[in-house]
């Protein structure tokens, strides 16, 4: 009881915070565009003085090799092609306040997935975000629509300017994974030294949850050398900028689970919170060192007990705590047309119940190098993972290795 009031407290104060913070300095949506995953190209439609139009095409082609998942036992070998992302963007501005964005995006067809490959290949096409933004007075944004959840750094990191092959396959937020709908206030204060993000969005959307509640988020950063000041961060600066940055959001939604659906008994709510660091820095003459680290847990009251718990509640988006760790190191000097940028990463993750495994712990590490031959408008990545469960009884849950190239083009 005491941590739902925590963190109901902390869900009001966060809209407080947004409504009284007042903000110094102002990032436009040209700005914004220019830092965010879309690439500073693209084909721009000049409307009138303040208000234009820009198109991008981005894509992520993908082969993956893991050594488990086909022939009759599951056991032998498994060979994937596909498109990890492959998107167009509409985004611009209608006037000096009020952007927008649409991204359509479409994936597939995978078979290979975080801890499992699917018998049959996997396909999606949707509408990935489609909001409006409007800027009120002194850096204060409201961003209305499908859009990013503010929760984890991970996630609000640009989807085509990772530091790694991509983001962690945990770091999701239950339901709704990486996007929600409703609102996010958002801004930044003390020389643009705090950013400070609240958002209202929908949450769980099912008929079959407890209650129809909303789901909050608030999260904070405070930027130790240069600003992080738009919405989203990016993995990697490329040497660009001087950064120490620490983080931590929290979120709540109340009646978001049953922990036996057939009765619809046993409702419980959900809360989660996460921390997370990132540094960029040069190192001499010869590049730029990013390090960067994060810890987050889901809770869901300990719904996995039940006879018949909600699935969002259990499984690699379910209850579980976790942390990852990741370091790069981009070498200014050129090898033929492009720049070499080794990777390193390693994840820790204990979960509830994956795979019917009671108190699962996965450990995911990995390695690999970019080569940039036009920033991240044309990124060859090469990366080489191991996954391995505490617990191999099950034998959906036996340890294995995947190797991953990716050609990565955007205009």
Known sequence: MGSVIRMRTFAVCAVWLILLVPGTGRTGAAEEAKSSCLTSDGAVIQMSDTAFMRLNYQSQLAATWRDTGSGADGTGSTTDFYFRRNRLTISGQASGSLSYSIKLDQRGPQRIGPVDVAEEPVSDFDVLEAYVEAELGNDFHVTAGTAKIPFTREVLDGCFNPLTLDRSLFIATPMQR???????????????????????QEGQESGSAPESSPRYTGRVHLA????????????????????????????????????DVSSMTGGKDYQAWTADVFIEYPVGLTGS?????????????????????DPGSVGIDGEKKGWYAKAG?????????????????HEEWDFALLNGVFAQRVTWTGGGVNYLINGQNLRLTLEYAQTDFKDEDNPDSMDFKTITTMLQFGF
């Open 329 to 345: 190191f981009l070498f200014l000097d050129a090898v033929g047309p492009g720049q070499v940028q080794p990777f390193v990463r």
């Open 224 to 259: 130790l050398l240069d600003p992080e000041n738009v919405f989203g961060y990016s993995g990697t600066y490329l040497g660009n900028k001087m950064v120490f940055t620490v983080g931590a959001a929290a979120q709540y939604e109340a009646g978001a689970v049953y922990d």
């Open 289 to 309: 060192a990013t390090l960067s680290a994060a810890y987050m847990e889901t809770n869901f009251d300990d719904a996995y007990r039940g006879a018949d718990p």
């Open 178 to 200: 990486t996007r929600d709908t409703g609102l996010v206030f958002w801004g930044n204060a003390i020389q643009s030294k705090v950013k400070y993000m609240a958002a209202i």
